[in-house]
């Protein structure tokens, strides 16, 4: 296959993007003001940077690479994850900023709620960075995440410079409705202007165009950049390119369990099938059966807590 999305056969995946703890709350009736909820209550390994890796991993990538920057605190616990998963962490530890923390609040429909503290995800700079890291590899993706601090912002177009520069193909993953109405949709756009692919959900492709149609936002934001790939959880997914909706990929039956990380499951097997060849279609099919199989589960790697141990 050739054009956006493809990268090159058999090469290897680079992710830039987080590592953060992950405190998954599973409360089955809702959430009572001022007083108790009882809740399941795991604590595991996440970011969607970090999670996209360990799917395309699982999906067949041999080679996956991923660049993050985590706290002291738990640079160890999160080490040992990645690699017993199958990424090779190139983990800038922060001295002054904690791990990044996520508390997940997951309702009886499976549906997530985050309250996010970034910590040292943000804190990732320029300086973290390496052109080596590029070497072999046949796609690079950046985690939305970084684009929301002026920092991380930085590092994040240092990475997709270098890549363009090579002939790298770049997808982003928009990553939070809420961080972009704060960031502004122009100044988004504006940070991520030169990626080839890009992998908003539903939400996200509404707010970015203003149209609340899942296929109208796709096929505006494929104005933009070559490949747009819309993911509609339970509905599936939009593949759209200059400016038209080129296939609608039904999702696959499941019973929610735990949405988190859904998205960052179908985008890791999205990649890995580029990679081996398939076309956005077909890939797009692949990353709907891994989403389905990730809402099955508690948290939001395909390994679970796997080599994470105690922080």
Known sequence: MTGPGAGVRGGALLVVGDVVTDVVARHRTPLAPATDTAADIVTLPGGAGANVACWAARSGVADVRLLARV????????????????????????????TGTVICLVGGDGERTFLTDSGAVVRLSPADWSDDLLAG???????????????????????????????????????????????????????VAGADVLLPNGDEAALLTGLPDPADAAAKLSRHFPLVVATRGAGGA??????????????EPAAAVDTTGAGDAFTGAFLAACLAGHDPAAAARRGCRAGAEAVTRTGARPTGDAGFGPL
């Open 137 to 191: 590899a046949g796609h690079l993706h950046l985690s939305g995440y970084l684009f929301f601090a002026e920092r991380s912002r930085a590092a994040a177009r240092t990475a997709l410079e270098a890549a363009r520069a090579r002939s790298v193909p770049v997808s982003v993953d928009p990553a939070s409705a809420g961080f972009i109405a704060g960031l502004g949709v122009d100044r988004f756009l504006e940070a």
């Open 71 to 98: 706290g002291a605190d738990a640079a160890g616990p999160h080490e040992r994850a990645l690699r017993a998963a199958g990424v090779r962490p190139h983990l800038a530890v922060d001295s002054e900023a904690a």
């Open 238 to 251: 939009l593949v759209a390119a200059a400016g038209a909706v080129a296939a609608r990929v039904p999702g």
